[in-house]
């Protein structure tokens, strides 16, 4: 233990003892999924074709809803971060309702926009004969629609905390506002839009309350991981638990490719 | 405009089933710390009040029960807290399957009513039933359609029809495994687009006309209202799930929780499951 360092410094032991019942409640219930994993049977548990079929689902609507974020969500958070216009802050706030708003209603909100009597679905079905529940495409609708915020306020932290001289250096040398996007502003900031990738990407692996809600449940086509984690805890336990190993894993390899880049690009 | 009332039922439901689930977990923590004194509460004689019975009954009872069962056994839960004012009655509505796998478990729960004996078998063959299980009702399935038939469904051989947009239940829920029964003795390969969780998340999707077909049960139609219709067929015949109901060994409060499944038993509360519709005894 290191020494205190001078008076007040010194860790109180009920903050101590607190802290460690914090941990202990966030690592033991993964230490026990870890545990009582059915080890000898996983790979049969995970050779099985629906396990396969989901897998390549939620690892495809994940990466789709990804690059849609960063298509849509850099911008975003660009306008957000360079641009002064009223009502900023309540953009910004906008932005991040998904982010506390339970899945679940998020799912029921895509619907009600979405579905095929939604404000906006009718008319998609009327006149081009398009109704998105229980398709893919509306699993990679509620995936963005709930990983979005976590790629926009990365990238904004990011943006907020990059040197503008830089900016204003590529300017003054004639490049134009696009061209300096391009090549000074994104370079400069792509640690953050990474990381920010990376968070939205685990988010819509994870995501379940939406999907379930906005794009119901069906084999290879809405059936993602954490559906079908939730629907084998019913018919088969040792299964979901298998399909919860490997969520834990992604999570585990995204942490870790993450560090603590997230937290210090938005801390700036 | 006449979709409103189909939109206000569905979100009427998704409020319900979330202040539900938070009602069990304060019944769940209020029972935890409660138990020791409902356990001998519930058998205290009264003093005061010993007009016609004995014993007064108080305390939590926990009832996990089927989806289906939603309406009716929030009717006997409403009647029987009447009838004992200090007893209070908390409901866990949802997949069957999902309950029993809750209490097997450990979930803490008094009363478990199953939609199928399969479902009611998990939590019996555990060694979780105190006694055997009664069959109480029996549901049929019923092709259920929102208000006005978008689709033009008339009868099982829709179900094939890819053009359509049909939900089912998923086969480990009760629902689903009539609805595989009713396909077989039709001799029909359906064309679902989504398998849902429960009952009431299939029957959601009618009401807000996502869907143009779902099977469901008898009684969630007649639940549902005006905003779904529903279409009776002879296959149904060959999917008749009955209900079973048990007292759970671990029963936190046994004594209470006996009272209200007799309640359930008797010849009132049969009327309100029959009113719901319901087949009883």
């Avoid at chain 2, 202040?19 to 138990?35: K, M, N, P, Q, T």
């Avoid at chain 2, 004689?45 to 108080?58: H, I, K």
């Amino acid at each position: 233990m290191p020494r205190p360092r001078g008076p007040g410094s010194g860790i109180p032991p009920v903050m101590l003892a607190l802290s460690a019942l914090a941990l202990a409640f966030l690592v033991l219930p993964l230490l026990a999924l870890v545990l009582r994993a059915p080890w000898r049977t996983l790979p049969a548990e995970l050779a099985s074709p629906e396990v396969g079929q989901a897998l390549r689902l939620s690892l495809l609507t994940a990466s789709m809803a990804t690059v849609i974020c960063l298509v849509l969500g850099v911008p975003l958070a660009w306008v957000l971060a360079r641009a002064t216009f009223p009502g900023r802050r309540i953009v910004r706030a906008l932005v991040t309702v998904p982010l506390v708003l339970p899945p679940v209603v998020g799912g029921v909100a895509l619907l009600l926009l979405l579905g095929r009597r939604g404000l906006v679905g009718q008319y998609l079905d009327a006149w081009f004969g398009v109704t998105l529940p229980f398709t893919t495409p509306a699993v990679v609708i509620a995936e963005a629609f709930v990983a979005m915020p976590f790629l926009v306020i990365a990238v904004e932290g990011a943006l907020r905390s990059a040197d503008r001289r830089y900016e204003d250096a590529a300017a003054t040398l004639g490049a134009s506002r696009w061209l300096t996007l391009r090549r000074v502003t994104l370079p400069l900031v792509a640690p953050g839009v990474t990381a920010g990738a990376v968070l939205c990407f685990a988010r819509a692996l994870g995501e379940f309350g939406a999907t379930i809600t906005f794009a119901g449940s069906f084999p290879g086509v809405t059936r993602t991981m954490p559906i079908q984690v939730y629907l084998a805890l019913e018919s088969d336990p040792p299964a979901a638990i298998a399909l919860s190993l490997v969520l834990l894993l992604v999570s585990v390899v995204v942490l870790a490719s993450l560090r603590d880049r997230w937290i210090t690009g938005g801390a700036g | 405009m006449t979709m409103l009332p189909a939109r206000t039922k569905a979100w009427t439901r998704l409020v319900r089933t979330a202040v539900l689930a938070s009602a069990l977990g304060v019944g769940l923590v209020a029972c935890g710390d409660s138990a020791e004194p409902t356990a001998e509460g519930s058998v205290e004689p009264t003093t005061e009040t010993s007009n016609e019975t004995t014993t007064a009954l108080t305390g939590d009872v926990l009832v996990s029960a089927a989806a289906s069962l939603t309406e009716s056994f929030t009717q006997l839960g409403a009647d029987f807290e009447a009838a004992n004012p200090d007893v209070t009655v908390t409901f866990n509505f949802g997949a069957s399957s999902t309950l029993a796998t809750q209490i097997t478990t450990g979930a803490p729960a008094d009363i478990f009513a199953a939609a199928s004996p399969t479902t009611m078998a998990v939590v019996t063959d555990a060694g979780g039933g105190d006694g055997e299980p009664v069959v109480f009702v029996s549901n049929r399935l019923e092709i259920a359609v929102p208000a006005g038939n978008p689709g033009a469904v008339d009868g099982l051989d829709d179900f094939a029809n890819e053009g359509l947009t049909i939900a089912l239940c998923a086969e480990d829920v009760p629902c689903g495994a009539a609805a595989v029964k009713a396909f077989a003795a039709a001799g029909i390969t359906p064309a679902p687009d989504t398998l849902e969780q429960d009952v009431k998340a299939t029957l959601t999707k009618v009401e807000l006309g996502e869907v143009d077909a779902a099977l469901v049960y008898h009684t969630d139609v007649l639940a549902a209202g005006d905003t779904v219709e529903g279409i009776e067929f002879p296959e149904s015949e060959s999917a008749i799930n009955d209900y079973p109901i048990v007292l759970l060994s671990e029963a936190p409060n046994p004594e209470a929780a006996q009272a209200f499944l007799d309640y359930v038993l008797s010849e009132e509360g049969s009327q309100v499951l029959a009113d719901a519709g319901f087949e009883t005894a």
